[in-house]
């Protein structure tokens, strides 16, 4: 069975930083890419950030872009969301994706698997 954890997650103060972890299991995603979106109640769910295979390509939403940071270990099959210059508005439940194509994507389409989630709160 595969799954995705995440961890990492907690209550911050605005300009904080916070660090999340995905840990894959089941299968790994050593050819496939991952990302991070985040969701808050009553909103559809939004991309913050995908990586490609190799981590050689990352890509960001502009509302994040310059403030977080993706990144994998394959040893471990993990990716990463390093979050700086944290805002009230980055408040919301994070979710690790992997997804079975070989493309960056930036929607939800794009993914197959996803984790539970992880609860972000950033306060003013």
């Known amino acids: 069975q595969v799954r995705l954890v995440e961890s990492g997650g907690g209550l911050v103060q605005a300009g904080g930083s916070l660090r999340l972890s995905c840990a894959a299991s089941?299968?790994?995603?050593?050819?496939?890419?991952m990302a991070w979106f985040r969701q808050v109640p009553g909103k559809e769910r939004q991309f913050v950030a995908a990586?490609?295979?190799?981590?050689?390509?990352?890509y960001y939403a502009d509302s994040v872009d310059g403030r977080f940071t993706i990144s994998r270990e394959h040893a471990n099959d993990t990716v990463y969301l390093q979050m700086n210059s944290l805002k009230p508005e980055d408040t919301a439940v994070y979710h690790c994706?992997?997804?079975?194509?070989?493309?960056?994507?930036?929607?939800?389409?794009?993914?197959?698997?996803w984790g539970q989630g992880t609860q972000v709160t950033v306060s003013s």
């Open positions: 994706a992997a997804s079975i194509y070989s493309g960056i994507y930036s929607n939800i389409h794009g993914y197959s698997y």
């Open positions: 089941g299968r790994t995603f050593h050819s496939n890419p």
């Open positions: 990586i490609n295979w190799n981590g050689g390509s990352t």
